[in-house]
């Protein structure tokens, strides 16, 4: 070999490291550096999660953020579960990673977290690798939330496409690792803590193509899509919370409004939504009791009408019955004056909307206090 031969291939060899991107590890944690939309949802997230519970979670990329574009799909299928989306369009494994570092989990306790990422490693990342960050996301997981369950579903499938620079997607290579990352995920499956499932097969065609109808750009789902997602995801998740509705929805609330009743206000009215199956309910229109907490004007004698989104009464009460009394120790309200003029009202309510209306005799006025109670 010439001297001048030896220089152009060591020249050569020097071009082509200098071209070489080294993909980051994607089980290590990382922020999405200069990316504002990252931070600004991150925010809002941490926000959902000290503002009440969350029965089921749903984290992942743009596929799960996307959720947002079918709001009424959403809703029907998962509300009432109390769902929280923390999907975030363009993440990878790492981001979720460092996501759940940084809190996302720390101040809920759901019945069960569905986890759907890895898809944006795998131009870059090996399988090998994106499976060991997948496996990380879900020890992550149980070590921050032991009690949850989760449902780890198998990254989609891609089709043939262009990507957003214009290049093409080499989407046959990412198939391939797709294939053997779900292989090894399913392994996770201990058919109780967490739960794998493949709604791959439903995307696709027999001979393995996805209808546009489904995925318009051969990744992200259409409303077509996110329905075959619900009838496919709907028996398993449901078998997974059990009966979230009856334990949880609703359960151990406390809500209360208090304010002045007469003179300017001759009623007081409350607001109150059941979602999910029937359930039953203590609602209390407290007045005279009120004196033994050091209220000086609470009112003598508060009437309490209860009525459905319908206008339709569907209880009224305006001296308490003292046999409801151990409905209240149920629920761990305070105790009402025995004989004292204080309204309550044991219902079982369907869902819908209902209000409390709170009155009281003419010429009457003092401080009431509302509140209802779903009963174990």
């Not at 519970?53 to 079918?70: H, P, Y």
């Amino acid at each position: 070999m010439t001297i001048r031969s030896f220089l152009l291939l060591g020249l050569c060899a020097s071009l082509s490291l200098v071209g070489t991107t080294v993909a980051a590890d994607p089980s290590v944690g990382i922020p999405r550096a200069g990316n504002a939309k990252f931070y600004r949802l991150h925010s809002e997230f941490l926000k959902r999660a000290g503002e009440g519970r969350v029965g089921v979670l749903f984290l992942g990329d743009s596929i799960t953020e996307q959720w947002a574009n079918v709001p009424s799909l959403w809703e029907s299928a998962w509300g009432q579960y109390d769902p929280a989306n923390f999907g975030i369009g363009g993440d990878r494994t790492e981001y979720i990673i460092w996501r759940i570092e940084e809190h996302e989990l720390d101040n809920i306790s759901p019945a069960a977290v569905v986890l759907l990422a890895g898809t944006n490693n795998t131009a870059e990342n090996s399988a090998a690798e994106i499976s060991a960050a997948m496996r990380k996301m879900v020890a992550l997981i149980q070590e921050k939330l032991p009690d949850t369950k989760i449902l780890l579903l198998a990254i989609f499938p891609r089709g043939p496409r262009v990507q957003g620079n214009g290049v093409v997607d080499p989407w046959e290579l990412r198939m391939a690792k797709i294939n053997e990352i779900n292989a090894d995920l399913a392994t996770l499956d201990d058919g109780d803590r967490v739960r794998f499932l493949d709604l791959g097969p439903a995307f696709q065609n027999e001979d393995g193509t996805i209808p546009d109808r489904i995925m318009p750009d051969q990744l992200h789902l259409s409303e077509a899509g996110y329905e075959i997602w619900i009838e496919q995801m709907s028996p398993l998740l449901a078998e997974m919370v059990g009966d979230y509705e009856a334990t949880h929805q609703g359960r151990a609330v406390n809500l209360s409004t208090r304010a002045r009743l007469g003179a300017d206000q001759d009623t007081v009215v409350a607001g109150l939504v059941v979602r999910g199956g029937r359930k039953d309910f203590l609602i209390r229109a407290v007045g005279p009791t009120l004196s033994n907490f050091g209220v000086t004007d609470s009112h003598p004698d508060p009437r309490m009408v209860i009525r459905d989104e319908h206008n339709e009464i569907v209880a009224t009460n305006d001296r308490w019955d003292s046999n409801l009394s151990t409905s209240s120790s149920q629920v761990g309200a305070f105790p009402l004056n025995p004989g004292s003029n204080d309204a309550l009202a044991r219902v079982t309510l369907d869902p819908g909307a209902y209000t409390v209306e709170v009155t009281g005799p003419a010429g009457t006025t003092g401080n009431v206090l509302v509140e209802c109670y779903e009963l174990p």
